[in-house]
């Protein structure tokens, strides 16, 4: 790979707005990569952390008390209608003064909530407000003749819940729940409001340090997103793909 | 009050029930003892459907009582899975799991109901889907088996529960003329066996061949009943002539 670094090096000589500096940059090049690692680790634990808010709203929402039905209503008001990048803000420094600390060394107090699990919390709870309304979106496609069938067969109503309505559910809101966690990679961006390492953060570390490398560097964002939402939405595909029923529409 | 083969196994004493203001059940009794075969007839419309929904609490009731096996089924503190795992429910659109195959259909319940042991339900469910002539199927999704077939595993994720009564809410309505007989056949078959069976129909020749008793309903009360041969011969009710006339 030296002839890329040589010629990413020429370039820069030659056009110094265009210097792709982490290639051939080894500093550069190791924030990217680590930028990139945390950018999938918080999307990862976004994506399944937001997915299981989900489900369990949805299934909250289908609750006989009215006061569990207000609560999660008031849940998903509030984190549809507000601005993530407010939340986050919220989270991390309102919220984040109230958190308990420990000291691993007898010197340092460090809060037990990094700002990257402030980022996953608030990032999980305002995808996971969409992922209700989904999932429920999901919930009442299953035909209530059919939880009948259930329920005359003694099942009782959290077993209906699993093994029947949320199954059939699922492959109805796959195709709105991939949106929404497509949204939610891209969403990943804004944890760099409280310093959380990911990677738009590490690219405008290294373009503030470099300033030749700034459109170089936003070229690799895009690049890089393309790459993992592609990624995600293949996978995503796939399942659809495995869940679906034989001789069944939805 | 502990129930004995000798008392109904099905008692509905009474029975109104409300839809809002709407009342589609105005005071409804009759029982059903052991094994015998009761085919309950009558205009859209009449309530029937919801009475035999209400014998198994898929709704409840605002006045009278319903006791199955002695157990109160209006009654507040109703144990909801000690009534179903005595009766059976079989419906007009199957309601069979789509996202199961017709042997998971028939285990699901006594695996995840009774919690019984999986090897030995498997066992069951064969023969069950055996019982309904359904070999070589056990492993179609509903979706790939026809009206008819989907009907007969339906009856046989019911009878997998071992239940004592099975209930049928218009279960040929929405098959075609053909795939009716196989239908009744099956159910022909439980008769025989001495399962007790209430049926909610328009299949009159089923009726008459089959029942021991024929109810006729219509604007939520019972107008005329008796067994098939007086039934048939002799209604003397003007709505059970007009409504026998349509029919036959």
Same mark, same amino acid.
């Given at each position: 790979?030296?002839?890329?670094?040589?010629?990413?090096?020429?370039?820069?000589?030659?056009?110094?707005?265009?210097?792709?500096?982490?290639?051939?940059?080894?500093?550069?090049?190791?924030?990217?990569?680590?930028?990139? $690692?945390?950018? #999938?680790? &918080? !999307?990862?634990?976004?994506?399944?952390?937001? =997915?299981? +808010?989900?489900? /369990? *709203?949805?299934? %909250?929402?289908?609750?006989?008390?009215?006061?569990?039905?207000?609560?999660?209503?008031?849940?998903?008001?509030?984190?549809?209608?507000?601005?993530?990048?407010?939340?986050?803000?919220?989270?991390?420094?309102?919220?984040?003064?109230?958190?308990?600390?420990?000291?691993?060394?007898?010197?340092?107090?460090?809060?037990?909530?990094?700002?990257?699990? $402030?980022?996953? #919390?608030? &990032? !999980?709870?305002?995808?996971?407000?969409?992922? =209700?309304? +989904?999932?429920? /979106? *999901?919930?009442? %496609?299953?035909?209530?003749?059919?939880?009948?069938?259930?329920?005359?067969?003694?099942?009782?109503?959290?077993?209906?819940?699993?093994?029947?309505?949320?199954?059939?559910?699922?492959?109805?809101?796959?195709?709105?729940?991939?949106?929404?966690?497509?949204?939610?990679?891209?969403?990943?961006?804004?944890?760099?409001?409280?310093?959380?390492?990911?990677?738009?953060?590490?690219?405008?570390?290294?373009?503030?340090?470099?300033?030749?490398?700034?459109?170089?560097?936003?070229?690799?964002?895009?690049?890089?997103?393309?790459?993992?939402?592609?990624?995600?939405?293949?996978?995503?595909?796939?399942?659809?793909?495995?869940?679906?029923?034989?001789?069944?529409?939805? | 009050?502990?129930?004995?083969?000798?008392?109904?196994?099905?008692?509905?004493?009474?029975?109104?029930?409300?839809?809002?203001?709407?009342?589609?059940?105005?005071?409804?009794?009759?029982?059903?003892?052991?094994?015998?075969?009761?085919?309950?007839?009558?205009?859209?419309?009449?309530?029937?459907?919801?009475?035999?929904?209400?014998?198994?609490?898929?709704?409840?009731?605002?006045?009278?009582?319903?006791?199955?096996?002695?157990?109160?089924?209006?009654?507040?503190?109703?144990?909801?899975?000690?009534?179903?795992?005595?009766?059976?429910?079989?419906?007009?659109?199957?309601?069979?799991?789509?996202?199961?195959?017709?042997?998971?259909?028939?285990?699901?319940?006594?695996?995840?109901?009774?919690?019984?042991?999986?090897?030995?339900?498997?066992?069951?469910?064969?023969?069950?889907?055996?019982?309904?002539?359904?070999?070589?199927?056990?492993?179609?999704?509903?979706?790939?088996?026809?009206?008819?077939?989907?009907?007969?595993?339906?009856?046989?994720?019911?009878?997998?529960?071992?239940?004592?009564?099975?209930?049928?809410?218009?279960?040929?309505?929405?098959?075609?003329?053909?795939?009716?007989?196989?239908?009744?056949?099956?159910?022909?078959?439980?008769?025989?066996?001495?399962?007790?069976?209430?049926?909610?129909?328009?299949?009159?020749?089923?009726?008459?061949?089959?029942?021991?008793?024929?109810?006729?309903?219509?604007?939520?009360?019972?107008?005329?009943?008796?067994?098939?041969?007086?039934?048939?011969?002799?209604?003397?009710?003007?709505?059970?002539?007009?409504?026998?006339?349509?029919?036959?």
């Amino acid at each position: 790979m030296d002839w890329l670094a040589d010629a990413a090096r020429d370039l820069a000589e030659a056009a110094p707005r265009w210097n792709f500096i982490w290639l051939y940059d080894e500093k550069s090049a190791g924030k990217i990569l680590s930028g990139i $690692w945390m950018t #999938i680790q &918080l !999307s990862v634990a976004c994506l399944i952390l937001s =997915v299981v +808010i989900g489900l /369990a *709203g949805a299934w %909250a929402q289908g609750s006989p008390s009215r006061i569990v039905r207000a609560i999660v209503q008031g849940y998903i008001q509030f984190f549809r209608n507000t601005p993530p990048f407010v939340q986050l803000l919220f989270f991390y420094f309102a919220l984040g003064q109230f958190t308990p600390t420990w000291s691993p060394d007898g010197w340092l107090e460090i809060p037990i909530i990094s700002n990257v699990g $402030w980022a996953i #919390i608030s &990032l !999980s709870f305002f995808a996971g407000a969409f992922n =209700v309304e +989904i999932f429920r /979106a *999901g919930i009442e %496609a299953v035909p209530e003749s059919t939880r009948e069938a259930s329920e005359s067969l003694g099942f009782t109503r959290s077993q209906t819940f699993r093994y029947i309505v949320m199954p059939l559910a699922i492959r109805v809101s796959l195709p709105a729940l991939n949106n929404n966690l497509v949204n939610l990679v891209k969403t990943t961006t804004q944890a760099f409001g409280i310093a959380v390492p990911e990677l738009l953060y590490q690219s405008v570390t290294i373009w503030n340090d470099h300033p030749s490398a700034q459109y170089p560097t936003m070229l690799l964002l895009f690049v890089v997103y393309i790459v993992l939402v592609g990624i995600l939405v293949a996978g995503m595909n796939r399942w659809e793909r495995q869940m679906r029923i034989p001789g069944y529409g939805a | 009050m502990t129930w004995t083969p000798d008392r109904p196994i099905v008692s509905v004493r009474d029975v109104h029930k409300s839809f809002g203001t709407l009342e589609v059940l105005k005071g409804v009794s009759f029982d059903v003892m052991k094994g015998e075969v009761v085919c309950i007839i009558g205009p859209s419309g009449s309530g029937k459907s919801t009475l035999i929904r209400c014998i198994n609490a898929l709704n409840d009731i605002q006045g009278g009582s319903i006791a199955v096996e002695g157990i109160e089924v209006g009654a507040p503190d109703l144990d909801k899975l000690a009534l179903r795992k005595k009766v059976g429910m079989v419906f007009q659109q199957y309601n069979l799991f789509p996202h199961k195959t017709a042997i998971e259909n028939v285990m699901m319940a006594p695996t995840l109901v009774l919690k019984r042991d999986r090897a030995q339900v498997e066992a069951e469910a064969r023969a069950l889907i055996a019982k309904v002539r359904l070999e070589g199927k056990e492993d179609s999704y509903p979706g790939e088996l026809s009206g008819g077939q989907q009907q007969r595993v339906a009856i046989a994720r019911s009878l997998a529960m071992n239940p004592d009564v099975m209930l049928f809410d218009e279960v040929t309505a929405a098959l075609d003329p053909e795939t009716v007989k196989e239908v009744l056949v099956t159910i022909k078959d439980l008769a025989a066996e001495g399962m007790t069976c209430i049926l909610v129909t328009h299949e009159m020749g089923f009726a008459r061949e089959v029942a021991d008793h024929i109810y006729f309903t219509d604007r939520g009360v019972i107008v005329e009943h008796g067994p098939p041969a007086t039934f048939f011969a002799e209604a003397s009710d003007p709505r059970t002539r007009e409504f026998l006339g349509q029919i036959l």
